[in-house]
């Protein structure tokens, strides 16, 4: 019997390492959708162990682009994989059985409000998250190489 606590949200320790296992094992099919939203995997390169880092994010779309976004639930502090990707923005990404190299970057100031809606539309508690944080919760743009 597993003395784990449940995390945020009340998912158990882990449950995103399990995500992306099955997600990669059944080429997205157990996976992309993910409590009623689709999830893409995201690796970055740790920036100071220069692993891989892989994690299963809700995204969205803007044209050819995806989006994501540096939540962590309105944490003080932005996720790893953002300050990853910041330190090395080239990015891998699979989307179902889609697996490809991007280029990710913060949204612009100008270019946000239109993104942040798009998320938020998918994924409402966004909006709660950014009350609870004094930070700006990023906007990520994955563009493909």
Do not use: C
């Amino acid at each position: 019997m597993s003395t784990a606590r449940p995390g945020p949200g009340g998912r158990p320790p882990g449950w995103q390492q399990a995500h992306a296992r099955r997600y990669i094992e059944t080429e997205g099919r157990d996976g992309h959708i993910w409590e009623g939203v689709t999830t893409l995997l995201l690796t970055t390169t740790g920036r100071r162990s220069g692993q891989p880092r892989t994690t299963p994010l809700i995204y969205g779309r803007a044209g050819d682009r995806y989006l994501v976004v540096a939540s962590r639930g309105g944490a003080p502090a932005h996720p790893s994989w953002y300050d990853n990707l910041v330190a090395q923005p080239i990015v891998q990404v699979q989307v179902m059985a889609d697996r490809f190299k991007a280029r990710a970057r913060t949204a612009t100031p100008a270019e946000k409000p239109a993104l942040w809606t798009t998320m938020t539309a998918i994924w409402p508690p966004y909006d709660e998250y950014q009350q609870r944080t004094a930070r700006e919760i990023p906007v990520v743009i994955l563009e493909r190489i």
